[in-house]
Antibody, heavy 122, light 110 residues
Framework: QVQLVQSGAEVKKPGASVKVSCKAS????????ISWVRQAPGQGLEWMGW????????NYAQKLQGRVTMTTDTSTSTAYMELRSLRSDDTAVYYC???????????????WGQGTLVTVSS | QSALTQPASVSGSPGQSITISCTGT?????????VSWYQQHPGKAPKLMIY???NRPSGVSNRFSGSKSGNTASLTISGLQAEDEADYYC??????????FGGGTKLTVL
């Protein structure tokens, strides 16, 4: 069965960086994309970006351009999301999700990881 | 990119039908047949319920249906059940972002 298992919770200080991993299993990793979505406490969902697991092409949300990098390791079927220059308003649960397309970004995310809480606090 | 507009809350009694709207513009909802709906229970990851406006993934109850008219998409849940109580989010492809979510709707089953 398809599973996305994310790394554990993180506590970071303002200005630091965080790297969250998302290990996929149960499907051919390179046949899909991976999107990252975050949810601040008590708030709605925010799309952060997408990476093609096929060729590594990326598409990031404009507000995060320059602070976020998404990568994949096809040898281990793992996706990574690194966010730099952390601020208090980056405190959120970060989700990875399988995008049904490896060619272009779509809003169709059919399997989700369990979420990773990132807390930014001094 | 502004979030799509959803009502903050809707409610219904067991067995009834409810509809949640998702209003955008011609640059997102109205311009593409790429609208998805997600269900999220407290403390859980979202679950895909509808994709491409009206398609249900395997395993999703046929009590859930989606439609679109102009710049507004809708999710209808018929035969409301207690387990349907959750937050619901719409999402659309956009010409700029390229993905945007709605603000979310809290469904209460009375």
């Amino acid at each position: 069965q398809v599973q996305l298992v994310q790394s554990g919770a993180e506590v970071k200080k303002p200005g630091a960086s965080v790297k969250v991993s998302c290990k996929a299993s149960g499907y051919t990793f390179t046949s899909y994309g991976i999107s990252w979505v975050r949810q601040a406490p008590g708030q709605g969902l925010e799309w952060m970006g997408w990476i093609s697991a096929y060729n590594g092409n990326t598409n990031y949300a404009q507000k995060l351009q320059g602070r976020v990098t998404m990568t994949t390791d096809t040898s281990t079927s793992t996706a990574y999301m690194e966010l730099r220059s952390l601020r208090s308003d980056d405190t959120a649960v970060y989700y990875c999700a399988r995008d049904v397309s490896f060619r272009v970004v779509t809003p169709v995310m059919d399997y989700w990881g369990q979420g990773t809480l990132v807390t930014v606090s001094s | 990119q502004s979030a799509l507009t959803q009502p903050a809350s809707v409610s219904g009694s067991p067995g009834q039908s409810i509809t949640i709207s998702c209003t955008g513009t011609s640059s997102d909802v109205g311009g593409y047949n790429y609208v998805s709906w997600y269900q999220q229970h407290p403390g859980k990851a979202p679950k895909l319920m509808i994709y491409e406006v009206s398609n249900r993934p395997s395993g999703v109850s046929n009590r859930f249906s989606g439609s679109k008219s102009g710049n507004t998409a809708s999710l209808t849940i018929s035969g409301l059940q207690a387990e349907d109580e959750a937050d619901y989010y719409c999402s659309s492809y956009t010409s700029s972002s390229p993905v945007v979510f709605g603000g979310g709707t809290k469904l209460t089953v009375l």
